[in-house]
């Protein structure tokens, strides 16, 4: 059984551009969050998607988008790169939306803005 | 979204017991209380969770306070393994907020 797999490992951009990342669920679980994970820092929560929606979003700026397809694989989207945005990128997937649910993570993307 | 407080280091030697402290005094009756353990280079790992009693598996205990302000993450026989951030997190609802974590260091 394949765990939660990420796209790219890792990637570098230069400030401005626009990043995608992508994010494949573990089998049998259909909701899909995402976190940015700073140097240092514990993980940050980004967004959730359940049922190809988004449910619940963190403290992000909308330059952070994401997409969930009906495979329940999913994407990060970030628009106009900032320097701030170089961090490792987590995906976790979960059965359903409940507080005492299981999140698996993936190893993550680690981007890095120059 | 309620809060958790954890001592920032701590030290054990392998094959003794750990005891990771967690406080949260903001805790709300549905919040479940999780803990995950971050090793180097790879993304969270789920440990434990619990509601209000204590819990057992395979990798670890948790023993939550009578009025559940405070928890405990209890590994039985540390090894050099085990050396990772751990992270207790309060959870209603499937987003998790994480902290800084507990970073554990193992002596052989």
């Known amino acids: 059984d394949a765990g939660v797999t990420q796209s790219p490992t890792h990637l570098i951009k230069t400030r401005g551009q626009q990043v995608t990342l992508r994010c494949s669920p573990k089998?049998?679980?259909?909701?899909v969050s995402w976190y940015q994970q700073a140097l240092g820092q514990g993980p940050q929560f980004i967004f959730q998607?359940?049922?190809?929606?988004?449910?619940q979003r963190g403290n992000f700026p909308d330059r952070f988008s994401g997409h969930q397809f009906p495979n329940y694989s999913s994407e990060l989207n970030v628009n106009a790169l900032l320097l701030g945005d170089s961090a490792l990128y987590l995906c976790?997937?979960?059965?359903?939306?409940?507080?005492?649910?299981?999140?698996?993570f993936g190893p993550g993307t680690r981007l890095t803005v120059l | 979204d309620a809060k958790t407080t954890q001592p920032n280091s701590m030290e054990s030697n392998e094959e003794e017991p750990v005891h990771l402290p967690c406080n949260h005094s903001?805790?709300?009756?549905?919040?479940?209380i999780h803990w995950y353990r971050q090793l180097p280079s790879q993304g969270p790992e789920y440990v434990i969770h619990?509601?209000?009693s204590n819990v057992n598996n395979r990798m670890a205990s948790l023993a939550i306070a009578e009025d559940r302000k405070s928890s405990t993450l209890i590994l039985h026989r540390a090894t050099l393994r085990d050396a990772a951030v751990y992270y207790c997190?309060?959870?209603?609802?499937?987003?998790?907020?994480f902290g800084a974590g507990t970073r554990l260091t193992v002596k052989p």
């Open positions: 998607y359940y049922e190809e929606e988004e449910r």
């Open positions: 089998s049998g679980h259909d909701t």
């Open positions: 976790a997937s979960s059965w359903g939306t409940s507080g005492r649910d299981t999140q698996y």
């Open positions: 903001t805790i709300s009756g549905t919040d479940y």
């Open positions: 619990g509601l209000t």
């Open positions: 997190i309060l959870r209603n609802n499937n987003d998790m907020r």
